[in-house]
C-alpha cells in the first residue's frame, strides 16, 4: 500500500521541513493495522519524494475483529494490503499530523506557499472508474492521469479490474494535498476498516471543511466518507451554515479585490471610495456600540465563526458573560485561539465559552440571555430553513433583545466584482433588498412579540442604500 507525494519546485527539499521529516531517515510507526513507512527515494534540490509503505497485516486484522471469529476466508484472503484504502487514510492522519494541522516551526513561511507537487497512488480501488477520479479531484486544481489494471496481465481478455494507477499533479499547498488525500481515500474505497459514527462528521469538516462546501461534488464526497443518510445530512447542514464569517470581509471587501474598503463604486457617489475603515469593521464598531447601549450583561454569539466579535464583546465592560456558537468545529479552533482561551486567568475563563450548533435547531444552552447576536449569518442559511431558524432564536432562546445584521442586495451595483448569481460571496443562499427585509423583520415581530428598529451600517447611496442592514429587535 504505497502513496508518494513529489516537490518539483526549487528548493524541493524543503518538503522534508514541511512533512516534519528528514530526507535521510526512515521513520516507522505501529498504525494498529500494521506498520507504516515514511522513506525518500530521492531527494534534490530539483525534485524530492517522499513514499509512505503501509504493511498491513490481514490475518491480525481479521482476528481482531470483536465477537465471533470470522466464517468466511474473504477476511483473509483480500486486496487490503496492496490497495490505498481508508488504512492509508489512517497512516497519513498518523504520520503526518503535524503537516495536516499546517504546522512548521523551521520554516513557517512555507506552509503556505503552493509548490508544484505530484502525487502517486500505484494502486487505487476506484468505485466508479476514472470519471469519478475526476469528478473528485479536477475542482481541486489537479491534472488527473489514470490508468488501468489488468485483472490478469496474461489474460487480457479478462479486462481490466476495478483498480487503477493514479497520477496527480497541481499547484497545491502541502497542507492541502494532505488533506485532499485524507479525505478523498476513504470516499474511493468502500471497505471503511472502523466503526463510522457521529465523531466521523467533525473528521470530515475538520479536513475538509474550508474546501469541500465549495466543492462541486460536495453531497457525493460527503455522502461516501460517512455512508449514512442522517451523517451525510448532518454534514451538509453544517457546512451551509459554516462560512458566514472567513474574514467578516469576504462578503463585501473581498468582492472588490481584497480593497478593505468594503465597496469600490462603479461611478456614483465618490465618498464611497474613501471610506477610512472596512465595512467589516463598521459592522463590528456598530453591534458593539448596540450592546453597549442596550446594557451588555449575557451575551450569545450566534454563528461566531472564527471569533473576529467576540474578541471585540470580551472587552466591553458591560458584558458580563460571553457565548459564542458556531456550527464548525474549524471556526471554534480558530477563536478560541484567537481569544486566547488558554492563557487566560481562571475567573475570566469562566466568563467565555465556545459551543458548537446549529442555529435551525432548538437549543437550551442558548436560553437565558441577555442579547444574542447574529452578524452576517442568515444569508448563509436556506431560505426554507430560515423559519426553524426564527423558531429556535426568538421563541426558544427568546433573549430580551436580538442584534442582526444582513448584506443590502440593492447595494451590490456599486461592486465591481460580484458572484454570477449577483451575491456577495458564494455561500450565500439569498441576499435581500431593503423591502424584503423590512417585510421579514416585521413578520417577526408579529409572530414572537419583539419591535425591531431598522438601520444601515457604512456610507449610504443616495440610490441604493447603505451596503449592510442592520435590525435591533426588543421583547
Not at 469519478?132 to 490508468?147: D, S
Request: hydrophobic residues 35%.
Amino acid at each position: 500500500m504505497l502513496v508518494s507525494l513529489t516537490s518539483t519546485t526549487a528548493d524541493a527539499t524543503d518538503l522534508g521541513y514541511l512533512l516534519h521529516k528528514h530526507p535521510d531517515r526512515v521513520r516507522t510507526v505501529d498504525v494498529g493495522i500494521g506498520r507504516a513507512h515514511v522513506f525518500f527515494p530521492e531527494a534534490t534540490p530539483q525534485r524530492c519524494t517522499a513514499t509512505l509503505f503501509v504493511e498491513v497485516d490481514p490475518i491480525a486484522l481479521a482476528r481482531g475483529t470483536k465477537g465471533r471469529p470470522p466464517a468466511s476466508l474473504e477476511h483473509y484472503v483480500n486486496d487490503r494490503p496492496y490497495v490505498a484504502s481508508s488504512m492509508l487514510a489512517v497512516a497519513l492522519g498518523r504520520l503526518f499530523g503535524t503537516a495536516l494541522s499546517g504546522t512548521c516551526d523551521a520554516r513557517p513561511h512555507l506552509v503556505a506557499q503552493p509548490l508544484d507537487l505530484e502525487v502517486h497512488l500505484p494502486t487505487l480501488p476506484v468505485r466508479g472508474g476514472e470519471r469519478i477520479v475526476r469528478r473528485l479531484f479536477e475542482p481541486l486544481g489537479y491534472e488527473v492521469n489514470t490508468t488501468p489494471i489488468a485483472l490478469d496481465a496474461q489474460f487480457p481478455s479478462w479486462g481490466n479490474s476495478r483498480y487503477h494507477s493514479v497520477g496527480l499533479k497541481g499547484r497545491q499547498t502541502v497542507r492541502a494535498a494532505l488533506e485532499h488525500l485524507f479525505v478523498m481515500l476513504p470516499v474511493l474505497d468502500d471497505r471503511k476498516h472502523y466503526w463510522i459514527g457521529d465523531s466521523e462528521v467533525d473528521k470530515l469538516l475538520r479536513r475538509g471543511g474550508d474546501w469541500l462546501k465549495s466543492h462541486p461534488e460536495s453531497y457525493l464526497i460527503s455522502r461516501r466518507y460517512l455512508r449514512f443518510g442522517s451523517l451525510t445530512r448532518s454534514a451538509m447542514e453544517r457546512l451551509a451554515e459554516s462560512d458566514h464569517d472567513r474574514d467578516d470581509s469576504a462578503d463585501d471587501d473581498a468582492a472588490n479585490g481584497g480593497s478593505g474598503s468594503g465597496a469600490e463604486p462603479q461611478g456614483g457617489d465618490h465618498e464611497l471610495a474613501e471610506r477610512p475603515i472596512s465595512l467589516a469593521d463598521q459592522r463590528r464598531s456598530a453591534v458593539l456600540e448596540v450592546v453597549r447601549s442596550l446594557g451588555g450583561g449575557r451575551v450569545a454569539d450566534l454563528g461566531c465563526g472564527e471569533g473576529r466579535l467576540l474578541t471585540h464583546l470580551m472587552d466591553e465592560p458591560t458584558v458580563t458573560y460571553l457565548l459564542g456558537t458556531d456550527a464548525s468545529i474549524d471556526a471554534l479552533d480558530r477563536a478560541e485561539r484567537r481569544l486566547g482561551l488558554d492563557e487566560m486567568s481562571e475567573r475570566r475563563r469562566e466568563q467565555v465559552s465556545l459551543v458548537q450548533g446549529a442555529l435551525t435547531y432548538a437549543d437550551d444552552r442558548l436560553r437565558g440571555f441577555d442579547i444574542a447576536t447574529l452578524v452576517e449569518v442568515i444569508e448563509h442559511v436556506d431560505p426554507e430553513r430560515l423559519d426553524s431558524l426564527a423558531d429556535a432564536v426568538f421563541a426558544h432562546a427568546a433573549p430580551q433583545a436580538v442584534v442582526l445584521t444582513t448584506p443590502n442586495r440593492e447595494f451590490n451595483v456599486n461592486y465591481s466584482h460580484v458572484g454570477p448569481d449577483g451575491m456577495r460571496h458564494r455561500d450565500h443562499r439569498f441576499e435581500w433588498s431593503r423591502e424584503e427585509f423590512g417585510a421579514w423583520v416585521a413578520d417577526i415581530e408579529k409572530r414572537f412579540g419583539y419591535r425591531a428598529d431598522i438601520s444601515g451600517i457604512g456610507v449610504e447611496h443616495s440610490d441604493y442604500g447603505p451596503p449592510t442592514q442592520m435590525a435591533v429587535f426588543r421583547r
